[in-house]
């Protein structure tokens, strides 16, 4: 098992880089990316897992909630429970954080309504988003992925206007943990001679 060291300052900059590099044949623009911390990560995870009752967005249909796609969940946690399982588990260290630090990258990957509607509505854009939450999948690693969802609930009226129909919004959360690896070599001061210099563990 390899431990990762959170970095707390939001997502380290190859992994932005990495997170441009994906484009949809839809010239998608660059995800928006959300720094969160202990504090503010619940906000975003009732919005996003729909948990909240009423919602500041007018634009969300709550009959249309069922239509949202999860491809990863947090298993019943909390955004928080599930950061402090993997601590717990030692699968991420804390080591060296300050009080209020990001723990959580929150990615919002949107498309053009139209685009969707062109090119087979709902069930294209499923398989678009799928292939967006398994890029994010390689870039931070299944554990670090949290939570990864489609919004299928929100109206865009403008479009609906236009064509005469109910037209809905696609668009895509995904909740990340961000970390980087770290190589810790056996020290001189090793015993065993053929281990100085060595991968003692990754961090």
């Given at each position: 098992?390899?431990?990762?060291?959170?970095?707390?300052?939001?997502?380290?900059?190859?992994?932005?880089?990495?997170?441009?590099?994906?484009?949809?044949?839809?010239?998608?623009?660059?995800?928006?990316?959300?720094?969160?911390?202990?504090?503010?990560?619940?906000?975003?995870?009732?919005?996003?897992?729909?948990k909240n009752t009423n919602y500041e967005n007018v634009n969300v249909v709550p009959e249309s909630i069922p239509f949202n796609v999860s491809f990863k969940s947090p298993g019943g946690m909390t955004h928080n429970e599930y950061f402090d399982h993997l601590v717990a588990d030692g699968r991420i260290s804390t080591r060296g954080l300050k009080d209020g630090a990001t723990f959580f990258n929150e990615m919002i990957i949107d498309v053009n309504t139209s685009y969707f509607e062109e090119h087979g509505g709902y069930e294209f854009a499923k398989q678009l988003y799928e292939e967006a939450y398994r890029f994010c999948r390689e870039i931070y690693g299944e554990d670090q992925i949290v939570s990864a969802v489609m919004h299928a609930d929100?109206?865009?009226?403008?479009?609906?206007?236009?064509?005469?129909?109910?037209?809905?919004?696609?668009?895509?959360?995904?909740?990340?943990?961000?970390?980087?690896?770290?190589?810790?070599?056996?020290?001189?001061?090793?015993?065993?001679?053929?281990?100085?210099?060595?991968?003692?563990?990754?961090?």
């Open positions: 098992m390899i431990l990762r060291r959170l970095v707390g300052f939001g997502i380290p900059f190859p992994h932005m880089a990495r997170l441009r590099s994906f484009r949809a044949p839809t010239g998608a623009a660059d995800p928006r990316v959300v720094k969160l911390n202990a504090s503010n990560v619940g906000k975003s995870e009732r919005h996003n897992e729909r929100e109206i865009n009226a403008a479009v609906s206007d236009e064509l005469g129909k109910p037209v809905y919004h696609y668009h895509l959360h995904v909740v990340a943990i961000p970390t980087v690896e770290k190589e810790i070599l056996w020290s001189k001061r090793c015993k065993d001679e053929s281990l100085r210099g060595t991968v003692e563990y990754h961090k």
